[in-house]
């Protein structure tokens, strides 16, 4: 028998429930060895944590086969989500329900005064939010004196997320002799040093092998256009057609815009954020849960928690702020040993960025170009083929349907007539702007020659960019800057047609352009307005005025990229002055007027004093 060395009701709990065997952090938390210790875990997200400090804790609690009549609380889990609460609390009640046990969840946004009734009627086993439980504590309605085993769950991600003063005072208010069980997916310094103080002794498991990443997800990173982002979604998701997929984006307003997007174009989705209710949380969860949606678009803090077994597809819309974050966004699929498909959209000034966060996670990505419409429906094509030639028993009265649609129309009408019913049950895949370089060298670099040609020394002799004015971008070369995406990107941020930019000049860590002088006020105002704080957009790209023009060729810098080229005061975009040089301030006589760029929020390097 598999679960010999678990109590009876446990392991008729798990047989019921269709467990062939434990999985490795299950086995590991119930061994001789954990017995009775304290316990910092550290698993992959999806593995059977929920079940194990489950398992873990039955020694506590469990004695002659039922859990005994308790005026306060025995064990106490606590989870950083509302959904991560609510789903432990329905895996411990099938694991407990034959040893007796009542359970009580205490989460934000429910009803406190139900909470509380339960909470007086006596529990055995609480489960709660941070904040939640605190609030319960400090109104007298949780008692914890009598408390046997304390798990914090996701550890981690409840200290990201600022409940580390939640989190210690509710641990305080714990008898010494507890058992305290922490679980996460990593174990970064802050839980090492949560676990030495609330901690004796603590035996330290691992599941997560040396390679990070799980084994059952297969990780793809898609370089794009910063203007091709939403585009290469559209895209992705009609290449996969994933039973469920689940979108992450790093704000709540980046996922209202997605998924207003995404219902527009005709997909079943829902969204998940701290703007919705509990109420509107459910009912999402529930319509994919049900097939009734199928794309779920989602914040980091929103997903915690969440289950879904259909889940074969997470795509990371914007970039995790690091290694774990990836992981645990990507660990919502993969689970219980079926396969997933992790994709990270990198804009072309992120792909460095992205590369080191996969080395420090040693995630073995795939590189690859967004998927064309044309790979769409080559796709859909191979799908709709295997779909028909499938075998399969007709009931007579399509078959007879079949025989009159015969009788009238040729086989090859009825054929495209099929085709199109079935291509207009779904969204059309999207025309990208670029799709990345057409070449790569032998270390997979883009080839140079791609990205850049040279001008003729006279620059840009189109008409009316004789009299122009110069703007820099913090991208050159070494983040794969090419005209093919630049010039959508200017035209999207300075709110100016292509004919409107004049030459686009590359360098190796920054990139040059102009502008006609007579739109170039209207075009700064306008990069303002779509720049953040921090003068970037949403890709790290961030254009500043560059009154002294480029140097040519462009000069290797030693320091940043940033910094601006020889000055060519007074000179042509070709080189040649644009007249003769005045007095220090605007150009004399026959000259023309210096361009004097508004700022950026950089104030300007104080001159020393004399």
Same mark, same amino acid.
């Given at each position: 028998?598999?679960?010999?060395?678990?109590?009876p009701?446990?392991?008729?709990a798990?047989?019921?429930?269709?467990y062939?065997?434990?999985t490795?952090?299950q086995?590991?938390?119930?061994?001789a060895e954990?017995?009775?210790r304290?316990? *910092?875990v550290s698993?992959?997200?999806g593995s059977?944590?929920t079940?194990?400090?489950? !398992?873990?804790m039955?020694d506590?609690?469990?004695?002659d086969?039922?859990?005994?009549f308790?005026?306060s609380?025995l064990?106490l889990?606590v989870?950083p989500?509302?959904?991560?609460a609510?789903q432990?609390s329905?895996? !411990?009640?099938?694991?407990?329900a034959?040893?007796?046990?009542r359970?009580?969840?205490c989460?934000? +946004?429910m009803?406190?005064s139900?909470?509380r009734?339960?909470?007086n009627?006596?529990v055995?086993?609480v489960? +709660?939010?941070?904040?939640?439980?605190?609030d319960?504590?400090e109104r007298?309605?949780?008692?914890?004196a009598?408390?046997?085993v304390?798990?914090?769950?996701?550890?981690?991600?409840?200290?990201?997320?600022?409940?580390?003063?939640?989190?210690?005072?509710i641990?305080?208010a714990t008898?010494?002799?507890? #058992?305290?069980?922490?679980?996460s997916?990593t174990?970064p310094k802050?839980?090492v040093?949560?676990a030495?103080?609330?901690?004796?002794d603590?035996?330290?498991?691992s599941?997560?092998?040396?390679?990070?990443?799980?084994?059952d997800?297969?990780?793809q990173?898609?370089?794009?256009?910063?203007?091709?982002?939403?585009?290469?979604?559209?895209n992705?998701l009609r290449?996969h057609?994933?039973?469920t997929?689940?979108?992450?984006?790093?704000?709540r307003?980046?996922v209202r815009r997605?998924?207003?997007?995404?219902?527009?174009r005709?997909?079943?989705?829902?969204a *998940?954020?701290?703007?919705?209710?509990?109420n509107?949380?459910?009912?999402?969860l529930q319509?994919l849960?049900?097939?009734?949606a199928?794309?779920?678009?989602a914040?980091?803090v929103?997903a915690?928690g969440?289950?879904l077994?259909t889940?074969?597809?997470?795509?990371?819309?914007?970039?995790p702020r690091?290694?774990?974050?990836? &992981?645990?966004r990507?660990?919502?699929?993969?689970r219980?040993g079926?396969?997933?498909?992790?994709?990270?959209?990198?804009?072309?000034?992120r792909?460095?960025?992205?590369?080191g966060?996969?080395?420090?996670a040693? @995630?073995?990505?795939?590189w690859?170009?967004?998927?064309?419409?044309?790979?769409?429906?080559?796709k859909?094509?191979?799908? !709709? @083929?295997?779909k028909?030639?499938?075998?399969?028993?007709?009931e007579?009265?399509?078959?007879?349907?079949? &025989?009159?649609?015969?009788a009238?129309?040729?086989?090859e009408?009825i054929?495209?007539?099929?085709?199109r019913?079935?291509?207009?049950?779904?969204?059309p895949?999207?025309?990208?702007?670029?799709?990345g370089p057409r070449g790569?060298?032998?270390?997979g670099r883009?080839?140079r020659?791609?990205?850049?040609e040279?001008?003729?020394?006279?620059?840009?002799r189109?008409?009316g960019?004789?009299?122009?004015?110069w703007?820099?971008?913090?991208i050159g070369?070494?983040?794969n800057?090419?005209?093919r995406?630049i010039?959508?990107l !200017?035209?999207r941020?300075?709110?100016?047609?292509?004919?409107?930019?004049?030459?686009?000049?590359?360098?190796?860590?920054e990139?040059?352009?102009n502008?006609p002088?007579?739109i170039?006020?209207?075009?700064a105002?306008a990069?303002? #307005?779509?720049?953040n &704080?921090d003068?970037?957009?949403?890709? +790290?790209?961030?254009?500043?005025?560059?009154?002294?023009g480029p140097?040519w060729p462009?000069r290797r810098?030693?320091?940043?990229?940033d910094?601006?080229p020889r000055?060519?005061?007074?000179?042509?975009?070709?080189?040649e002055?644009?007249g003769?040089?005045?007095?220090?301030?605007?150009?004399g006589?026959?000259?023309?007027?210096?361009?004097?760029?508004?700022?950026?929020?950089q104030?300007s390097?104080?001159?020393?004093?004399?």
């Open positions: 028998m598999p679960f010999e060395h678990l109590s009701v446990l392991a008729d798990l047989a019921a429930r269709g062939e065997a434990l490795p952090v086995l590991q938390v119930t061994e954990a017995k009775g304290d316990l *910092l698993a992959q997200t059977g944590k079940v194990a400090f489950g !398992l873990a039955a506590e609690l469990i004695e086969g039922r859990l005994p308790a005026t609380p064990a889990i989870a989500t509302r959904e991560l609510l432990v329905r895996e !411990l009640g099938w694991l407990y034959r040893a007796g046990a359970i009580a969840t989460v934000g +946004g009803d406190a139900k909470e009734r339960a909470l009627q006596g055995q086993i489960v +709660g939010t941070p904040g939640r439980l605190r319960h504590l007298g309605a949780l008692d914890l009598a408390l046997r304390a798990v914090l769950d996701e550890a981690d991600e409840m200290l990201d997320m600022g409940f580390r003063d939640d989190l210690e005072e641990l305080d008898p010494e002799t507890r #058992r305290t069980l922490l679980f997916a174990i802050p839980i040093q949560l030495k103080r609330y901690q004796r603590a035996l330290r498991i599941t997560v092998g040396e390679d990070r990443g799980h084994g997800i297969a990780y990173a898609v370089t794009v256009a910063p203007a091709d982002i939403e585009g290469a979604v559209v992705l290449l057609d994933a039973e997929a689940m979108l992450f984006c790093a704000t307003d980046n997605l998924h207003a997007s995404l219902v527009e005709g997909f079943a989705a829902v *998940l954020s701290g703007e919705h209710s509990q509107e949380r459910n009912q999402a319509a849960r049900d097939r009734r199928k794309v779920c678009v914040t980091d929103a915690r969440i289950d077994p889940l074969s597809l997470v795509i990371h819309v914007e970039i690091d290694a774990e974050a990836l &992981q645990h990507s660990g919502r699929t993969g219980a079926k396969k997933g498909t992790a994709v990270i959209i990198v804009p072309y000034p792909r460095r960025r992205v590369d966060m996969l080395r420090g040693r @995630i073995n990505a795939e690859m170009d967004a998927p064309t419409a044309a790979d769409v429906r080559q859909d094509q191979e799908r !709709l @083929i295997e028909l030639l499938a075998p399969v028993e007709h007579p009265e399509d078959l007879a349907l079949a &025989q009159r649609l015969m009238e129309r040729t086989p009408d054929a495209a007539s099929l085709v019913a079935h291509r207009a049950l779904m969204p895949p999207e025309d990208l702007l670029d799709n790569r060298d032998a270390t883009p080839e020659g791609e990205r850049f040279r001008p003729e020394r006279g620059g840009d189109r008409e960019f004789e009299d122009a004015v703007f820099r971008l913090n070369r070494h983040q800057a090419d005209p995406w010039l959508p !200017l035209c941020r300075g709110h100016v047609s292509k004919n409107e930019i004049g030459a686009i000049r590359i360098g190796p860590k990139t040059m352009f502008i002088r007579a170039a006020d209207r075009f105002e990069v303002v #307005r779509t720049a &704080q003068g970037e957009d949403d890709s +790290g790209v961030a254009i500043t005025p560059a009154p002294d140097t462009p810098d030693k320091g940043s990229g910094r601006a000055s060519t005061l007074g000179r042509a975009p070709g080189g002055r644009s003769p040089r005045g007095p220090r301030g605007p150009a006589p026959g000259g023309n007027e210096r361009y004097k760029p508004k700022p950026y929020g104030r390097p104080r001159r020393p004093a004399k």
